[in-house]
């Protein structure tokens, strides 16, 4: 008669807990797969019972907790390289070599020297727009520039310090100018060459640097 007790009261529990709700056997199995070996203590790990799960998406970082249904993302801007371009020191070599053939050697000896520079710097400098700074780099390894040699302090800007910016001219861009306080807190000028895409280049500046007084490029 033992014996069938015993037995009517195992049934009954089983099928108590069958009829459990789903929640409540959810976190008892949780709980019992985390006992330690020490005097049968029970812990549970917060974040393993929040069953919070991560998951990586490119450059995005998401985390679903499934309590509280919280959405956390944290997503970063791509990098920009605008592509060399090389119109103007073709146009400087042209306007060299016209005043070589009508024998006004003194002005093309300058002219030549300004198209043959700018050609070499075409080839290797290049402006990388990252997340938050404009940094020039040189070569298709993108290795490091060094520092300024006008002004001092390193080729990188963060878009935070950058006071304004113009272009010169916008349908033709020969100048890009900006002005930061990064180098000097009362800011300090910088002056480069558009031997880049244009478009490109005037773009990325809008985005990262707010709009500019000039108007932008039609093409390039």
Partial sequence: MDFVKHKQMASTLLSVHHFLPSQRREKIGCLSGVRTSFCGQV??????CGRQITRSHGNRLVVHSLLGRKVKSVKSRETV?????????????????????????VPAVPVGLL????????????????????????????QESGENVFVGGKNRWKYSTFVNW????????????????????EGQIHFFPIIFNGKQLYDVMVERAGPSKTSGPKES
């Fill in 166 to 185: 113009e272009f010169w001219w916008p349908n033709f861009p020969i100048l890009v100018y900006f002005k930061e306080s990064q180098t000097k807190p």
């Fill in 43 to 48: 812990v549970c790990n917060s974040s393993f």
């Fill in 115 to 142: 198209g043959l520079l700018l050609l070499f710097q075409t080839t290797r400098v290049r402006f990388v727009f990252d997340d938050e700074a404009l940094e020039v780099k040189i070569g298709e390894q993108l």
């Fill in 81 to 105: 390289i605008p592509e060399p371009d090389y119109r103007i020191p073709i146009v400087l070599l042209g306007i060299a070599g016209g005043l070589v053939y009508t024998d006004n050697l």
